[in-house]
């Protein structure tokens, strides 16, 4: 609920601030005392339109500032801490908005003490406050509201149908569209399997094995060099051995270093660098034989074999082929083949997926007919209890002769996320009048008394507030305290705020506050203040015979709060 909202600076209020109660908020003055700035005010405060007209005439700016009690998880409270505010200090302390209008048309939203976009309070005004007045635009402008209007009134079996509806609608569409998908690529599908099949198939033809391209590179590289090689190689065994061919014509390294080692004999243990000198050689001598034997061997394994060669080398380009393909090296070919094997696994399965869903899609073609057909049966019977019981308030709001009508006309095949109905609330201000849109049919005035009595009767919903701007237009008499009587009724489960010009109404009210104008023959000046007692009587008493000290007006206004308690 609205804990108070404090105006600077607007039209002729300088300075006011309207402490409010849970309960019946009711909100009177003299004509031009500023009434209508409150309801303004608020209209600000919950994201309304900026009007730089309304800063007051000498003040460079207008502001507003509301504190909102709400409890833990409201979803505006939700939707404030998205905004950047304190969510647990807001739900202790209250959630304070504050919205201000600079004489020049800036205009600027807190949310918790932190600057937000205005678009923020007007969210937060969705789930806040539901204001009717004559220039409003209220929630069932848009048709989509009335359907929820219907669906909140129509309780538990309507709620059933419904949800049973959506569970059966949601596995619908996720079904249609899976199915739409799958059908819609099925081109492409067919396309991407045929490739990939290729490809899988000329990888299987030439059946590489991992790191199969190194392993035949470097032996098609030994065999075309295999005559450098061996030439190569046996130079240096004979270096290593000596040529026995022309063992005279040659000297081997290792008796290169057995000469060496022999002029050094029985020198070594005089000097220890020269035995270190010797361990030395003597360690070559070893190396050198060990190399001369692996020459040998290696002499004896080299080959030279042409065919071998060929065959090497058509592998070779086989190998070739599919790297050019699929991959740098024949791992990634086959990565891509390991890769290609599962998205075919899938692609081929998509046939039998496509089946699948369109026999599911069938038969909950068959479920949400039916599920639809229940929701809009219940509908039918919540209309017509709605409009008798809207159209029964109406007696009471002096519109006696008005009718409401609930419309439920179901589109078959066309199944939306809520049901295949359009509802519409129409309006007949008179008998023998075709009803029209609730919208269109009812002026402004009628327009204020209408949704109080389908917030009566829809026992306010889940709105914590209600503002009602001069709903008792046109009434009188014994009518006006009807009107009371039902802003009362929705009172009890909601704050109500209503700003009225008629005693009857006005006596209602958990609380009374009072717009009183001032003038220093200069500027007008308004602030508001809470009636009690004596001055509640008097102001009454001012409402009804146009002076606060009339006997009989006096006597009046006792008679009216007597009535309403």
């Known amino acids: 609920m609205l804990r108070e909202i404090r105006i600077r600076g607007l039209g002729v209020i300088d300075d006011a601030l309207l402490e409010l109660s849970d309960g019946l908020n009711v909100v009177t003055g003299e004509t031009g005392a500023g009434k209508t700035m409150v309801v303004q005010g608020l209209g600000l405060l919950l994201g309304g339109r900026a009007d730089p007209a309304l800063v007051r005439s000498g003040s460079n700016r207008a502001l507003v500032e509301g504190i909102v009690d ?87 079996p309507l709620q059933a149908a419904a949800c049973a509806y959506r569970d059966v609608h949601d596995e619908w569409s996720a079904c249609r569209t899976e199915l739409d998908e799958l059908t819609q690529q099925s081109r492409e599908r067919a396309q991407r399997l045929d490739l990939l099949t290729a490809g899988l198939t000329e990888i299987e033809r030439v059946d590489p094995r991992p790191g199969e391209d190194e392993t035949t590179a470097t032996e098609v590289d030994r065999l075309a060099h295999a005559d450098g090689l061996r030439e190569g190689a046996a130079v240096a065994h004979r270096a290593l051995v000596g040529d026995e061919e022309a063992p005279d014509e040659s000297v081997s390294v290792a008796e290169l270093i057995a000469r060496s080692r022999q002029g050094m004999a029985g020198l070594t243990g005089h000097d220890p660098t020269l035995e270190a000198l010797d361990l030395r050689l003597k360690e070559i001598g070893i190396l050198a034989a060990d190399v001369a034997g692996d020459l040998s061997s290696y002499l004896a394994d080299l080959e030279v074999d042409p065919a071998r060669l060929a065959t090497l080398q058509d592998r070779r380009a086989e190998l070739a082929g599919v790297m050019r393909k699929y991959g740098a090296s024949i791992d990634d070919v086959l990565g891509w083949a390991k890769d290609a094997a599962a998205q075919v696994d899938v692609l081929a399965g998509s046939d039998d997926r496509i089946a699948e869903l369109t026999q599911r899609v069938s038969t909950l073609d068959v479920a949400l007919k039916e599920a639809s057909g229940h929701l809009t049966e219940a509908r039918e019977k919540a209309a017509g209890k709605l409009a008798r019981a809207v159209t029964k308030e109406l007696a009471h709001l002096a519109l006696g002769s008005a009718r409401i009508e609930v419309n439920v006309r179901p589109t078959p095949g066309r199944y939306g996320p809520h049901g295949c ?128 000290d009339s006997a009989a007006a006096r006597s009046h206004a006792e008679e009216l709060m007597q009535l309403a308690r």
Do not use: C
């Not at 739900?91 to 908005?97: K, T």
């Not at 003490?113 to 635009?137: F, I, M, Y």
């Not at 209503?498 to 006596?507: G, I, N």
């Open 70 to 156: 709400l409890p833990s998880g409201h979803p505006a409270l939700m939707r404030a801490g998205e905004a950047g505010a304190d969510e647990e200090e807001a739900a202790r302390d209250g959630l304070v908005l504050a919205r201000s209008i600079a004489e020049r048309g800036r205009s600027r939203a807190h949310i918790g003490g932190r600057s937000a976009p205005v678009g923020v309070l007007a969210e937060l005004g969705e789930h806040l406050v539901a204001v009717h007045g004559q220039a409003d635009q209220w929630r069932l402008q848009r048709p989509e509201q009335h359907r929820v209007v219907l669906d909140d009134f129509g309780g538990r």
């Open 421 to 548: 109905d359009e509802v519409e609330i129409v309006f007949a201000a008179s008998k023998g009048a075709t009803a029209r849109t609730i919208a269109k049919g009812a002026s402004g005035g009628e327009l204020s008394r209408v949704m109080l009595a389908l917030e009566v009767v829809t026992a306010g919903g889940q709105m914590p507030t209600f503002v009602f701007d001069e709903v008792d237009a046109g009434v009188g008499g014994a009518a006006a305290l009807d009107v009371g009587a039902r802003l009362q009724a929705l009172a009890k489960h909601a704050q109500v705020i209503v700003v009225t010009h008629l005693a009857q109404v006005a006596a209602y009210g958990d609380r009374h506050l009072v717009v009183r104008k001032h003038s220093d023959g200069h500027i007008g000046l308004s602030d508001v203040a809470v009636v009690d007692g004596d001055d509640r009587r008097n102001e009454l008493a001012r409402m009804l015979g146009g002076v606060s």
